[in-house]
């Protein structure tokens, strides 16, 4: 064995040297994979996430929306007042059941509703709504599931 320069050895037929560029891309290969693969399921995971999130939006959008119609005709035309029908809330699951189309990915926590004002002189219907959505990718970094809250306003209007 013979040393010709710093960090050169010489041994028989095979010349190392440790400050060479030969082999390093497949170093780089190896510590970047694991690194591509979790940032492309990272926005696999996410972007699911906010599909899912669009979609229950809308669903909420519509309720309220469709609720906010629903006003008791019998005040309205005897007294000119604006008065929520007793049915709203039914209203409200059934348009909301009718645009949510279910996920075998995530579920549901929670669909509130909440009358802004009140039943007699209502001004707004706000639905909400907290879903998890599972993730696939993500598990691997001890992210088991992702939080989507949607929020919607539907407007009564005024009887004039």
Not at 10 to 31: E, P, Q
Not at 41 to 48: K, L, S
Not at 65 to 88: M, P, V
Not at 95 to 106: G, H, I, L, R, S
Request: glycine share 6%.
């Amino acid at each position: 064995m013979q040393i010709h320069g710093w960090g050169e050895i010489v041994t028989g037929r095979f010349n190392f040297n440790f400050y060479s560029n030969k082999g390093s891309i497949l170093i780089i290969a190896a510590i970047m994979l694991p690194i591509f693969i979790l940032v492309i399921g990272m926005v696999v995971d996410i972007g699911r996430a906010m599909v899912f999130k669009e979609e229950l939006s809308k669903a909420c959008m519509i309720a309220a929306e469709e609720s906010s119609r629903c006003i008791d005709i019998g005040s309205a035309q005897n007294f000119g007042i604006n008065k929520l029908a007793s049915n709203y809330p039914d209203i409200i699951y059934e348009y909301f059941n009718k645009n949510y189309e279910k996920k075998d990915y995530a579920s549901i926590n929670y669909l509130n509703y909440n009358v802004i004002e009140s039943t007699d002189n209502p001004k707004y219907i706000e639905v909400t709504c907290e879903a998890k959505v599972k993730c696939f990718f993500l598990k691997i970094i001890g992210i088991n599931d992702i939080l989507v809250h949607c929020r919607a306003l539907g407007r009564l209007r005024r009887i004039k």
